[in-house]
């Protein structure tokens, strides 16, 4: 399928705060991504995160979880496993977009029911596609 990417969301602050609360429209984009046939993988400095994926109900949208490498970016991904090469990236701290590309958003570190950074995730995407298929 044209476009397709490898999608990694990173877990705390990007997808969680710190009481363990979902950010806002989180299933809602890993839906519509997996739809247009995308394949979504979390990962997490701080090890393998499947409690998340499935306490949140994510599993039905994620591909694998895996330990994100938090320095020697490219050259950590074997070491730790990762076995897909990660063409789009979400993260709350932006020398993991330096080095892979991608989107930062705004850490959510705090519910807030009015946090709209998933949509502008899935618009970045959008916008990623579309330069893609115009070969640009």
Known sequence: ????????????????????????????VFEQLVGEGHRIYVWS???????????????????DVFVKPLYDHHNSLPLL???????FCVDDHPEVIGAFGGVTVWPYDD??????EMERVY??????????????
Do not use: C
């Open 123 to 136: 618009q970045m995407v959008q916008g990623v596609n579309k330069t893609r298929r115009n070969g640009s």
């Open 45 to 63: 400095g701080v090890g393998l995160r499947w409690e998340v994926v499935e306490r949140h109900r994510l599993r039905p949208y994620v591909s």
């Open 111 to 116: 519910p807030d029911p009015l946090d709209r």
């Open 81 to 87: 496993g990762v076995s897909v090469k990660p063409d």
């Open 1 to 28: 399928m044209e476009g397709v990417m490898n999608i990694f969301f990173d877990v705390d602050s990007t997808l969680i705060a710190r009481d363990g609360s979902l950010r806002p429209f989180v299933p809602q």
